[in-house]
Every structure is written in C-alpha cells, then in structure tokens.
C-alpha cells in the first residue's frame, strides 16, 4: 500500500514502539498525527529523539485517552489508526489498577466510538502477550485460553474483548496486533532488557527479579513492520495475531548473553522488591507466529544476537538518559 499523504494517527506516539512507528510511516510518506498524553511540560517522550526534520512532520496532539473529546478530535479526518496508547507497567498496575483499567478499557473505547462516527478505513489496536498468562502449552497460539495475571492483563483482555464486540455489532474494520516482548533502542527501564544492559554497562552487578521466566523476544523494528502489515491486510480485520518470534529464553541466560556482547562478568542478583506477585508472574511466553505468516505474510528478521548487539549499542551512546540500578515501576 502506498502510503504517500494519507493521514494516520499514531496513540501512544510517545512510547518506544510508537515513536518506531512514528518514524516508518514518516519514511513511508504518511502524514501523522501523534497523540501523547499531556503533561506541563509538553513532553512529546522518544519522539525527542526522531531527527528533527522528521518530528517537523509531525502533528503532536496532546491529550488523555480518557477524554472523549480530545480523541474524537484526533481521529477525525484519518484514514488509519494505530492504537498503541496504553498505561502498559505491570509493577504500575499493582498499585494503580483503576487508572490502568480506566486508561486501556475506556480510552479504547473512546478510539473504537470515533472511529466507527469518523468511518476510519482501519483501526490496528495493540494487544499484548501478557494476555495469555503463563503458558498452559507451547507454542502459543491465538486459540490460547486468556488469563488476567495482573491488573494490566486484566485490562488488555477487556479492551481486546471491546474491539472484537466492536468488529461483530458495528462490522469496525479493527485488527488486533499481539506483540510478544519487544526490545530496542529507546525502550524505558521498566522492561527487562534495558535493566540488565545499563546495569551492565555502569554497575558492579546485575539486579533483576526472578530469573527463572521465559520471554519471547522480538526486535522493535520487527514488530514495526507487523504494524504495517496489519494496516494494509483486509485479511487481518477482525482477527487476532501473535507478533512473536517463535522462540524462547529465561531472564538468567538474557542476562548472560547481554553480559558476554558487553563484555564483562558481573554477578546477577536476584532481589525481592522486583519479584512480581507468585500468582502474578507469567513464567513462559512463547510465540506461535504461523497466523502472522499466513495472513499477513510477517515474518521476524532480526536475529537476537543482532537485535541485542544494536541495542546495547544505542543505550551505550544514551546511557545518560537512564538510571542504572534504580528499580523503574
């Protein structure tokens, strides 16, 4: 699909995959509105770090998912949406279940009524691996029983469950985009992989949580191209589908991997205040990708090795931006 000057809307602009986004569909000759969540400071988050001849490009609307208003106004007059605003901290949920469930139930809503008003050609809204809980089989595919391990969870589940009501009563053109663990550069220190490469960088020892669990892992600009791919496949409305890359590692050998691309052999402690819930933690996640192969034709292409490599390159040239053994929730 060509691209050029249609009008797409990115929520979650601000994030790390959504400043990914934001940046491809620059590239691609799109035109697009960036919804981030306002703060005082007008903070437009990783997209600060876009060239500034691209973040010229874009249209920043501040905003709260929350406010009907605020999203009927950037959904009007966009040929496509990409859903990816969410409050996405599982530790955050813990202690803030309310405003997690607010923010990812009724703010997609918000971003499903305006679409459906607007009539938006396509809506691709994030799900999220976390979904399926800890693994009953493996690989793990769409068909997959939902488990709300966490408030988070719980509120993904909902607002996936919202967009399929969505397709079936309103026949919305949505389609659901699962993303297993996904890793880059400009990711926050509230995920895994950038925990252990600033520690690793600047600090006598790793600390993390629980090293036992099981993560599959996919580079960002891979799961980017899932997005694209999402958007411009009829066959993908109404369906959900894993964007994964059909592996799986543990948090103790990530850890030992990162450390050997490094190049240093520091101890790796586990500590209790990042211990999540015993009932809460999901202890494997493995991808099945054979519906993202067959519907949409995406396939992963960054191998981990590589994937990690550029990632423990970029965060070494942007070390300054992170704290370094200071636990993120």
Same mark, same amino acid.
């Given at each position: 699909m060509d691209w050029t000057n249609r009008t797409v809307l990115v929520t979650g602009a601000g994030g790390f995959i959504g400043s990914h986004l934001t940046e491809r569909l620059i590239d691609e000759g799109a035109q697009v509105r960036a919804f981030v969540r306002y703060?005082? =400071?007008? /903070?437009?988050g990783m997209l600060s770090l876009l060239p500034p001849e691209k973040l010229a490009a874009v249209q920043v609307i501040s905003g709260d998912l929350r406010d009907v208003e605020a999203v009927r106004g950037a959904v009007k007059g966009v040929d496509t949406v990409f859903h990816l605003g969410a409050l996405i901290a599982i530790p955050y949920s813990y202690v803030h279940p309310r405003e997690v469930i607010e923010v990812n139930v009724l703010g997609t809503t918000n971003v499903l009524m305006a679409?459906?008003?607007?009539? %938006? =050609?396509?809506?691709v809204h994030t799900s999220t691996s976390e979904v399926y809980?800890?693994?009953?089989?493996? !690989?793990?595919?769409?068909?997959? !029983?939902l488990q709300g391990q966490s408030p988070y969870s719980a509120s993904k589940i909902g607002a996936d469950k919202i967009v399929e009501s969505f397709v079936?009563?309103?026949?919305?053109?949505?389609?659901? +985009?699962r993303p297993f663990n996904t890793y880059g550069p400009r990711q926050s220190a509230r995920a895994v992989i950038p925990t252990i490469i600033t520690q690793a960088l600047a600090r006598e020892e790793i600390r993390l949580g629980s090293l036992t669990p099981q993560r599959d892992l996919t580079f960002v600009a891979d799961t980017v191209d899932g997005f694209m791919r999402m958007a411009t496949h009829d066959a993908a409305i109404g369906q959900e589908v894993n964007i994964g890359a059909d592996a799986t590692i543990s948090i103790g050998e990530l850890a030992q991997k990162i450390l050997r691309i490094v190049g240093r052999d520091l101890p790796i402690v586990?500590?209790?205040? =990042?211990?999540? !819930?015993?009932?809460?933690? %999901? +202890?494997?996640? *493995?991808? /099945?990708?054979?519906?993202?192969?067959?519907?949409?034709? *995406?396939? !992963? =292409?960054?191998?981990? /090795?590589?994937? +990690?490599?550029?990632?423990?390159?970029?965060?070494a040239g942007n070390l300054s931006r992170y704290r370094p053994g200071v636990y993120e929730v």
């Open positions: 703060i005082s =400071r007008a /903070d437009v679409g459906r008003d607007f009539g %938006v =050609r396509r809506i809980g800890t693994a009953q089989y493996v !690989p793990i595919d769409e068909q997959h !029983p079936r009563s309103f026949e919305l053109p949505v389609a659901t +985009l586990s500590e209790e205040q =990042r211990m999540r !819930p015993a009932g809460s933690e %999901v +202890l494997r996640l *493995w991808a /099945d990708n054979r519906k993202a192969a067959g519907l949409i034709g *995406w396939r !992963p =292409r960054v191998t981990l /090795d590589e994937g +990690l490599a550029r990632t423990v390159e970029w965060l």
